[in-house]
């Protein structure tokens, strides 16, 4: 009586394993939908462009960092060649203030003492108060008089 049985789903339609079907095989399965593969890119797009947009933006705040202090570091260059052409008259130490004078004609000069230990005997323009650095060059504390 078996063998008078006809099944009526086509052979190709019947597998012994119905896990590597690619539609369900019985109405309790899981409903397999096609991704929408534009919907899948365009989230992978968007979270990347807001990740290299990150990354850019950090990479634009080091580099403005470091362009500020190439500039503070070419500044202190500056104002250690002109403080080394001043007259010197004692060996500066690292980490202590120094003034910076100019007389009457043009000669810079190096000294302990602040415009207010001078009082009314100065008689020389105040530049700046400074400082040497453990690298021999020059850090500004204070900017003096200008023409």
Excluded at 31 to 46: L, Q, S, V, Y
Excluded at 87 to 93: A, H
Excluded at 117 to 141: E, R
């Amino acid at each position: 009586m078996a063998e008078d049985f006809e099944n009526p789903i086509d052979e190709d339609d019947i597998t012994e394993n119905p896990h590597s079907l690619e539609y369900p095989h019985h109405r309790g399965s899981l409903a397999i939908k096609p991704e929408d593969k534009g919907k899948i890119k365009g989230r992978a797009m968007a979270a990347m462009e807001q990740q290299t947009d990150r990354q850019m933006g950090q990479i634009q705040e080091q580099f403005e960092l470091l362009a500020k202090q190439a500039k503070l570091l070419k500044s202190r260059v500056e104002i250690s060649n002109r403080i080394y052409q001043a007259n010197i008259n004692f060996e500066p130490l690292i980490g202590h203030v120094y003034y910076l004078y100019e007389d009457d004609q043009g000669q810079q000069l190096l000294s302990l003492l602040s415009p207010s230990d001078w009082g009314k005997s100065l008689k020389k323009k105040y530049i700046a108060k400074i400082s040497l650095l453990a690298d021999h060059t020059w850090d500004v504390l204070e900017l003096g008089e200008e023409d």
